[in-house]
């Protein structure tokens, strides 16, 4: 089973500041990831898969990158709405699919 | 617009049953693989169960493997999900969620099930 780690695990950012979130699988997945974004109360949204493509209707402030172990989620200037909770996962090898256990962005 | 909308958790004591059902909309569910993931209370994701559009393959996390049953009605447009022998430690809201490619395009809004005594 391929384990994913988030780091960090906390992000206190201002809005309109820069949000760096970073993934890493315990063995390489390629480009089988996708992030979400999941606010207090309701389900998950898909933001990013293949690691960079934008789901549909998400704002191009949201930016994935990576291959192979290490991935990186970009929010370039934080709205009020993005404070969130964001979740890797990848696709790479399954059954299982896994997640990681998250990064929250709250408000500094 | 793509809905779903799960339903069917509550209130169960350990060694219990419960089905869940997800009712789908405004897409071709015919043509999608489809799955169940859950989120224990102030926890994270954890995928449970996957069933392609012919229903030919399905797959289960090992933690529920032998206990839980994934279904689906192409002709009602209706996902389920069979629970037995449930346990304290399966008490979670579950969302069902469309499959695209291996990435969960569309969530519902989820139910919750309580496992308790």
């Known amino acids: 089973e391929i384990v994913l780690t988030q780091s960090p695990v906390t992000l206190s950012l201002s809005p309109g500041e820069r949000a760096i979130l970073s993934c890493r699988a315990s063995?390489?997945?390629?480009?089988?990831l996708a992030w979400y974004q999941q606010k207090f109360g309701q389900a998950p949204r898909l933001l990013i898969y293949?690691?960079?493509k934008r789901a549909t209707g998400i704002p191009a402030r949201f930016s994935g990158s990576g291959s192979g172990t290490d991935f990186t989620l970009t929010i370039s200037t934080l709205e009020p709405e993005d404070f969130a909770v964001y979740y890797c996962q990848q696709r790479g090898t399954w059954p299982p699919f896994t997640f990681g256990p998250g990064t929250k962005i709250n408000v500094k | 617009e793509v809905h779903l909308v799960e339903s069917g958790g509550g209130l169960v004591q350990p060694g219990g049953s419960l089905r869940l059902s997800c009712a789908a909309s405004?897409?071709?569910?015919?043509?999608?693989?489809m799955n169940w993931i859950r989120q224990a209370p102030g926890k994270g994701l954890q995928w449970v169960s996957y069933?392609?559009?012919?229903?030919?393959?399905?797959y289960y996390a090992d933690s529920v493997k032998g206990r839980f049953t994934i279904s689906r009605d192409n002709d009602r447009y209706t996902l389920y999900l069979q629970m037995n022998s449930l346990r304290t430690e399966d008490s979670a809201v579950y969302y069902c969620?469309?499959?695209?490619?291996?990435?969960?395009?569309?969530w519902g809004q989820g139910t919750l099930v309580t496992v308790s005594s």
């Open positions: 293949g690691a960079s």
């Open positions: 405004g897409f071709n569910f015919r043509v999608f693989s």
């Open positions: 069933m392609t559009s012919d229903e030919r393959t399905i």
């Open positions: 969620a469309r499959g695209n490619d291996g990435y969960f395009d569309w």
């Open positions: 063995q390489s997945v390629g480009s089988s």
